[in-house]
């Protein structure tokens, strides 16, 4: 089926369940789900009931649609998002991006877990993502182009919203959140780098690395969506510093920024004055 129409029709479906309006949709990332404990739910809807959502894998399992109010506005937050290395393609993984937009979100909040490639980052401190590389294979907007949603050759000369980082950076130091500016690499994954590898991302231009967030924000700028991304460092991997890690580990660090995380993307969200 055409795919504007299966994004018509799941936003359809959404509208039937519910007429709650969001201004902000959230996007979380892994480890980073505390943030729904703070909403003042309206209605839930899990990702299985919504027609053409992907088809859930393990990892997306159980994910669902939160509506409702955190920091005095309206959110919709999509708890668990879809990887490219699950094997979706591209489309599928920002599919529910499109639904957002249709559903009338003015901005989209993206958070993530990533690697440091910055030798100055720390494990379990926060970057708000300025600007990205997209290293990951398939783009989201090949093909036919929806001329309903957007233009064919999207700007990215401001591919996350200024006025945002710079109040994301202005909450942190109000509320003694440590908190880095750089630039993120979207890699396919599933692995995690090689030592060449982490060192090559370094060399061109790489503060963070990982395996989502890129497709996203592509398909959100697209459709003209200011985007805010924060990413939460979970591992190091600069040069002298690469240790082994597992999933355990960076889920761990992603847990232990959570409330940093939270308050930041809350008060961010609080005194947004568009
Ligand atoms: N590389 C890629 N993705 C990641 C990493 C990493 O080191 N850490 C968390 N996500």
Redesign the pocket.
């Known amino acids: 089926m055409d795919y504007l129409l299966q994004i018509k029709e799941a936003t359809e479906f959404i509208r039937s369940q519910t007429d709650f309006q969001p201004d902000f949709g959230i996007v979380l990332g892994?480890g980073l789900g505390a943030l729904v404990k703070d909403i003042e739910v309206a209605k839930e809807i899990n990702y299985e009931e919504i027609p053409h959502f992907p088809l859930s894998t393990v990892e997306s399992h159980s994910g669902k649609l939160i509506f409702g109010q955190l920091g005095g506005k309206a959110v919709v937050v999509m708890k668990g998002r879809f990887h490219y290395y699950e094997g979706y393609n591209m489309k599928e993984v920002t599919f529910p991006i499109r639904v957002l937009k249709l559903l009338g979100i003015k901005k989209l909040i993206i958070s993530?877990?990533?690697?440091a490639l910055n030798p100055d980052y720390k494990k379990s401190e926060l970057m708000v993502i300025n600007d990205h590389i997209n290293l990951q294979t398939e783009n989201p907007l090949t093909g036919k182009n929806l001329n309903e949603l957007g233009v064919r050759f999207p700007d990215m000369s401001e591919p996350y919203e200024q006025s945002m980082i710079d109040a994301a950076i202005r909450i942190s130091k109000e509320e003694n959140i440590p908190l880095h500016q750089g630039v993120y690499v979207g890699?396919n994954?599933p692995n995690?780098?090689t030592k060449a590898e982490?060192n090559m991302l370094r060399i061109i231009g790489a503060d963070a690395?990982?395996?989502s967030t890129v497709p996203e924000n592509i398909v959100a700028r697209q459709m003209d969506i200011p985007v805010f991304a924060v990413s939460v460092l979970?591992?190091l991997?600069y040069p002298g510093h690469i240790q082994k890690?597992s999933v355990e580990e960076?889920i761990a660090a992603a847990n232990k920024a959570e409330p940093y995380m939270t308050k930041l993307i809350k008060k961010v969200i609080a005194k947004d004055k568009d």
């Not at 993530?112 to 690697?115: L, T």
């Open positions: 892994t993530n877990a990533s690697g890699v994954g995690l780098e982490y690395v990982g395996m979970t591992d991997c890690i960076v």
